[in-house]
T-cell receptor, first 110, second 118 residues
Framework: SQQGEEDPQALSIQEGENATMNCSYKTSINNLQWYRQNSGRGLVHLILIRSNEREKHSGRLRVTLDTSKKSSSLLITASRAADTASYFCAREGRDDKIIFGKGTRLHILP | GAVVSQHPSRVICKSGTSVKIECRSLDFQATTMFWYRQFPKQSLMLMATSNEGSKATYEQGVEKDKFLINHASLTLSTLTVTSAHPEDSSFYIC??????????????FGPGTRLTVL
């Protein structure tokens, strides 16, 4: 399969809690990107982390990358109802192709 | 930042007809564009790479005669779903990398086209 693996497939947490999603891949990468998608809508680019970077922050988002383990994680702190969405990691390879993981459906409970 | 548009945003057609979807880079040139398909509750699957001035390259399992791709200019790629059937109903999304606006090799995604084949 061209896709990477993400876990969990679905995650429900209480508003205010932190949400962590993980992503693994198999081939070498130029960078790894995280996207959000609300139901039936387009993609929203969240963060891009290069292969030579280990951690990146953007507001309440924190992304880590471990190229030795071929894995990445996305942490959303102090979750809000508006964070309810599907989250995808996507790896960009040497050929510029972006291959998406299967995604995590995040549901923030009020 | 760079913007990619798609047209139409939504299309409903009868089985057996052909449907053309356009992907445009609005403020940058894109020698390469990518087409994805997304079924409900699933992830995006890369279908093909559209190359300006040459043939598209298709991912394994994607029928090139069914999904015709034409990259006629540096700002436009079209995907034509030929003889569409209900199983082709999906969300089609294009993307393009822009080296001018992005120093991080970021790709810019269109808003998607929802195709429903009756």
């Amino acid at each position: 399969s061209q896709q990477g693996e993400e876990d969990p497939q679905a995650l429900s947490i209480q508003e205010g809690e932190n949400a962590t999603m993980n992503c693994s891949y198999k081939t070498s990468i130029n960078n790894l990107q995280w996207y959000r998608q609300n139901s039936g809508r387009g993609l929203v680019h969240l963060i891009l982390i290069r292969s030579n970077e280990r951690e990146k922050h953007s507001g309440r988002l924190r992304v880590t990358l471990d190229t030795s383990k071929k894995s990445s994680s996305l942490l959303i702190t102090a979750s809000r109802a508006a964070d309810t969405a599907s989250y995808f990691c996507a790896r960009e390879g040497r050929d510029d192709k972006i291959i998406f993981g299967k995604g995590t459906r995040l549901h923030i409970l009020p | 930042g760079a913007v990619v548009s798609q047209h139409p945003s939504r299309v409903i057609c009868k089985s057996g007809t052909s449907v053309k979807i356009e992907c445009r880079s609005l403020d940058f040139q894109a020698t390469t564009m990518f087409w994805y398909r997304q079924f409900p509750k699933q992830s995006l699957m890369l279908m093909a790479t559209s190359n300006e001035g040459s043939k598209a390259t298709y991912e394994q399992g994607v029928e090139k005669d069914k999904f015709l791709i034409n990259h006629a200019s540096l700002t436009l790629s079209t995907l034509t779903v030929t003889s569409a059937h209900p199983e082709d109903s999906s969300f089609y999304i294009c993307s393009a990398p822009d080296r001018k606006f992005s120093t991080n090799n970021e790709q810019f995604f269109g808003p998607g086209t929802r195709l429903t084949v009756l």
